[in-house]
């Protein structure tokens, strides 16, 4: 699915980078901000869900509008391989009305960028039951996302201030304007994150 939707000849490997919609809340909501404003030299109002409030149904209805469904979903959260956890659960200390892999709509043409932790685990069918087994790495493609860019392992972030994980996405939302492709925009952000003095292992990471 995702093979076809970047060589049909109406998509022809590219996105509209003009809708978006970037969500965030807790240590998070200032990466989330900084997203947001990356994203804005061309997106003029990029829809946020950035408190601590929003629910499940929320970021679905946001996610999955009727008309003009956001070109570029930066869904900040905490996560697992196929579920998030949305701001009004994180700030009930409960979990259970989660966002996950089986929620999905189809999301042709879109990339979706998240700094949750494990967010692009990639984890085996074969190795696990079948209710955990379907990552959001393949049910985006599955449905048709042409990009994911993902932690593999810990998404890191700062209380007090923009850094590691949320800094890298925030260079990387300023270069999404259609000038480069999406793998030149990510190579040029951790260039310039790795740019930065001051790095530590937490920077590495």
Not at 18 to 30: E, K, N, P, Q, W
């Amino acid at each position: 699915a995702q093979i076809d939707q970047y060589i049909s000849p109406a998509r022809n490997g590219a996105i509209d980078p003009s809708t978006a919609l970037v969500t965030g809340y807790d240590f998070l909501s200032d990466g989330a901000n900084a997203i947001s404003t990356g994203l804005e030299a061309n997106v003029s109002a990029p829809g946020e869900l950035i408190n601590d409030v929003w629910s499940k149904n929320d970021l679905l209805a946001a996610m999955f509008p009727a008309t003009n469904p956001p070109a570029i979903a930066s869904i900040n959260a905490h996560y697992d391989h196929y579920r998030a956890l949305p701001a009004d659960q994180n700030a009930a200390m409960t979990e259970s009305i989660l966002f996950t892999t089986s929620d999905l709509q189809p999301t042709s043409g879109r990339l979706v960028i998240t700094i949750g932790c494990h967010s692009g685990t990639p984890v085996s069918d074969f190795l696990v039951s079948a209710g955990l087994a379907q990552d959001w790495d393949q049910s985006y493609a599955a449905k048709g996302a042409i990009g994911y860019v993902a932690q593999s392992t810990f998404g890191l972030g700062e209380t007090a201030g923009v850094a590691y994980s949320e800094k890298l996405h925030a260079l990387l939302a300023e270069r999404l304007n259609g000038s480069l492709t999406v793998g030149q925009a990510l190579v040029f952000a951790k260039q310039e994150y790795s740019a930065m003095p001051l790095q530590g292992g937490y920077d590495v990471k």
